[in-house]
């Protein structure tokens, strides 16, 4: 019943946005209109660990002050988990009231900063028209990624398209790799630092060149210049809280290390055994991930070299005790953490991923030396 009752809201919700975008086509903003970019703050809620980025127009004279907001996705959609998973979910543009997009912000406690764009009358109309085309048109529906398509990324590309040119580009932090500005995000949230540096690959440990995370953005209008002035005037803060710390038992490096010191210190078969297969399938999850998913970070994921599908094979010959290719896989296995090791000491997940490492060499060279062949002293 609720499902049932969300999901009619949700639709009046759509058909509402799209008579207002009807009704926007018709309308020529006057001299006093304004755009803006609107940055919200970073919350403690996973969906909000890295804020968010829509466009206000305001024109007081046609009583209009609405925010178009590119962040949007139904929760009902079905098969919603795969599809995020995936990286074939829909998401797409809608647009609400400037002071219901601030109420929801002010609700949430999460700053709002504005920043009016310095660009021509003409443009502002033609932007605005691009924006109520995009609630019509098939522009209304994308398929998020995580750097090169959201919320943030659909605001740069719909303004540039407007201007013709690439007048929105990055100014700051094109020297630190993706996953080294990603990663102050996930402070106090230890769980999802932790799950977002095993998952991603390769694509997030390239320079940052993109502008994907709002705040980027912020910075970046600060920094560019349009016909020789600045682009943007400088930010005005809407809304500003102080920021909550969130506390956890349980998410936090405390629990991490106790149970990874359990794992070594309590040194009994089954308790290895376990551990060793969930490492084992935490990587086949990886791998498949790697294979299904359309998101690009989660590609060439070096990470299986510590959570190896291989060690399902050592587990095999463990259990049905074979000495000789127990011994052997373990050996093939601390050669492929070794090699990991010299892959992950640049980066900046480094540390967090280290007492992985350190249980696993743990668990192997101890069962490694179990079933090792003595050698007979002939005396």
Known sequence: MKSHLFRKILISIIVLSSAYSTLAQSVSLSKNAKISVLTCGTGNESYSLFGHTAIRVSDSINNIDVVYNYGAFDFQT???????????????????????????????????????????????????DNLAQSMLSDERLYKYK?????????????????????????????????RTILYPYFDNHFYEKLGTSIVFGTKVDQMGTKIFLPFELLESLKQIKYNNQPFSKEPITILTFEKEIPTSWWNNAYTYLLFLGFVILINKKSIDFVYLFSIALLGLLFTFLGFYSFHHELEYNYNILLFNPALFVLLYFWSTKNPKWTYKLCIINIIMMLLYFFIIIPKVHLMIVLPILITNFTILIRVAIKHKKRIPIII
Do not use: H, M, W
């Open 78 to 128: 079905p098969n919603f988990v795969p599809k995020f998973a995936k990286g074939d979910l829909d998401y797409f543009i809608v647009n609400d009231r400037y002071i219901d997009f601030i109420n929801q912000y002010n609700y949430e406690n999460r700053a709002v900063f504005e920043q009016e764009l310095n660009i021509p009358f003409e443009l502002k109309q033609k932007l605005f």
């Open 146 to 178: 995580f750097i090169d398509n959201n919320c943030t990324s659909k605001v740069v590309d719909v303004i540039n398209k407007t201007l013709q040119s690439t007048v929105i580009k990055k100014k700051v932090d094109t020297d630190k790799t993706y």
